[in-house]
């Protein structure tokens, strides 16, 4: 093979992993499954996708190498095939940011309707929890918290924030998290408390950047098994 061939077969390749990257449903299922495993039917339900559709764009990122499957009893399970691949995400979401105007004013004008909404970075909350004069709150899905979530965070899945708010103690901050900076659950979540009288504010990023940067996590004992041998700092 010349050195044209050869340059022209490795574009080739590397193009089809991007191009599985160019829809928006697809780069919703990374962003959904940096928080761990999930089945197909879960995916659907938290893409608003059916299950045929979403199976479709699963089996896109599987064949570009980008997730991995397992079965588990009759379910079929995705994940992401590596950290390598998250990054790359969190890479992408940057870019989107820091050049794209348009982004920038659908994430300023969402969050200008929210005039209260107070955001906290991943070094001060840090250094809140070593205080000891903040409650972290996860606001994903149970089975989400159940894969990994933030060392002694509160379980309180939005659905249920309404019914659980008041085990929350009023004197001091609640900080709650999401997915990641493009959910928007926590955001709902600090709206609520705000309106109910407490010190609410969300963190900037969600619990997979968080466990990335290999802060503390904690895991379900169950799926502790599931994982044993990683690290602390991976993805999940």
Not at 70 to 88: C, I, P
Not at 138 to 159: C, Q, T, W, Y
Not at 188 to 204: I, K, P
Request: with cysteine.
């Amino acid at each position: 093979m010349d050195i044209r061939k050869f340059k022209t077969s490795l574009y080739k390749e590397m193009s089809g992993m991007t191009k599985a990257l160019g829809n928006p449903h697809r780069l919703e299922i990374l962003d959904l499954l940096a928080q761990g495993p999930a089945a197909v039917e879960y995916v659907a339900l938290n893409t608003n996708l059916s299950v045929a559709n979403a199976s479709q764009h699963l089996q896109v990122l599987k064949n570009a190498f980008l997730v991995e499957s397992e079965k588990r009893g009759k379910y079929n399970y995705y994940k992401l095939a590596n950290k390598q691949v998250f990054e790359t995400w969190c890479a992408l979401r940057r870019l989107g940011f820091i050049q794209n105007e348009e982004i920038n004013k659908l994430f300023n004008d969402f969050r200008k309707k929210r005039k209260h909404l107070k955001t906290i970075s991943t070094d001060d909350l840090v250094k809140k929890i070593k205080t000891d004069s903040v409650v972290v709150v996860d606001v994903r899905p149970e089975e989400e918290f159940k894969n990994g979530h933030i060392e002694n965070a509160l379980s309180f899945p939005l659905m249920e924030l309404r019914e659980k708010i008041s085990e929350l103690p009023k004197e001091k901050e609640i900080v709650a998290y999401c997915r990641g900076p493009l959910c928007m659950m926590a955001d709902d979540a600090v709206e609520f408390l705000n309106q109910n009288g407490y010190s609410g504010s969300r963190l900037e990023k969600g619990y997979p950047d968080w466990s990335a940067g290999s802060l503390p996590i904690e895991r379900d004992e169950c799926n502790q098994r599931k994982e044993k041998g990683k690290t602390q700092g991976s993805i999940y």
